[in-house]
């Protein structure tokens, strides 16, 4: 019957998503979100649940947040180093899981 629908298997796997060319990408697109555009999602967020910054805007917001990194302020690196670690998890993981070819 040619107008017949037939079922796809779509199998999507960490092998599939992360492979060791593609990791390099993730990690520095991860860690360049946590660096550059997390603080202004947070900044956005902080407005609209807590209301204008005290130091400005998010210009000032970004230059707090790059002082504070450069002072070695535990709190800005995990904000800047969140992304990446999620990833990197993400990477060590699908590396551990057995394969599930079948």
Known sequence: MAGTLRPVRLTVTIESVMNPRRDRFWLLAALL??????PFLVHITGV???GKYAGGGAA???ASYL???FALHWYSWVL???PLLIVASWRILGRRAPSSRG
């Open 60 to 62: 000032a917001f970004f």
């Open 67 to 69: 002082r504070d990194l």
């Open 33 to 38: 979100f946590g660096l550059v555009a997390l």
């Open 80 to 82: 800047a180093l969140g």
């Open 48 to 50: 609209y649940v807590l």
